[in-house]
């Protein structure tokens, strides 16, 4: 397919000392776009990142672009969810988790159920991002029902 060669994530690199923080832009009203603290679904997907790439700029979704496991944290289904949910709420388009998750194996790094990494402090992570995706030959991409049926934070 060639989308899959016009793939990207827009992922800037860290900056030393900055803030964790995005500037994606829910134009998509739902609601698991924050969580309790008031946090954007991006904004969670920044804070996950951080646990490899450190503070984190997370900018946003450029048309027609997904977002991939360009990071090694990302290579999960907590992050493949909350990055869905956030191409999602700017009305882009998002992969499927065995799209995902092989682009990790591609690169030699498991993919892995939940999130195998200590939390970053300060965030909360919704509910519904836990869902996991084996076992599910024919539902393996993540949609609206998801944290509809799970619930937010
Ligand atoms: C949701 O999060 C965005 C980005 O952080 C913020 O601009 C907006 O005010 C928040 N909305 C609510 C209802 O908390
Ligand atoms: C986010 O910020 C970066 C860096 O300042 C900028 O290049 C990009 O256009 C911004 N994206 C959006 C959606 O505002
Ligand atoms: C998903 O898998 C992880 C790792 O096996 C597990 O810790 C977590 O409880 C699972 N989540 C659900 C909702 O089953
Ligand atoms: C997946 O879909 C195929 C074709 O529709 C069907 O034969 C199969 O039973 C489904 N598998 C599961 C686990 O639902
Ligand atoms: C949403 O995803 C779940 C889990 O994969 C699946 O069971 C459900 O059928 C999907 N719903 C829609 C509307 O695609």
């Known amino acids: 397919m060639l989308s ?27 609601f698991f776009n924050n969580n309790s603290l008031g946090q954007s679904v991006c904004l969670i997907g920044a804070y996950l990142n951080s646990v490899c790439e450190g503070t984190h700029l997370e900018e946003g979704l450029l048309p027609g672009r997904f977002y991939e496991p360009q990071a090694s944290c990302m290579c999960n289904t907590v992050s493949y969810n909350v990055w869905s949910a956030c191409a999602y709420c700017q009305n882009g388009p998002w992969l499927s988790w065995p799209d995902w998750s092989s682009q990790c194996s591609n690169r030699g790094i498991a993919p892995q159920e939940g999130f195998p990494y200590a939390l970053p402090f300060g965030f909360a992570t919704p509910h519904w ?16 029902s998801i944290p509809h049926a799970l619930g937010g934070t």
């Open 4 to 30: 899959w060669l016009l793939l990207s994530a827009i992922i800037a690199k860290s900056v030393v000392g900055a803030k964790i923080q995005t500037n994606a832009t829910c134009t998509v009203s739902a």
């Open 129 to 144: 991002a836990y869902y996991n995706y084996s076992g599910n030959v024919n539902d393996t991409r993540w949609n609206t």
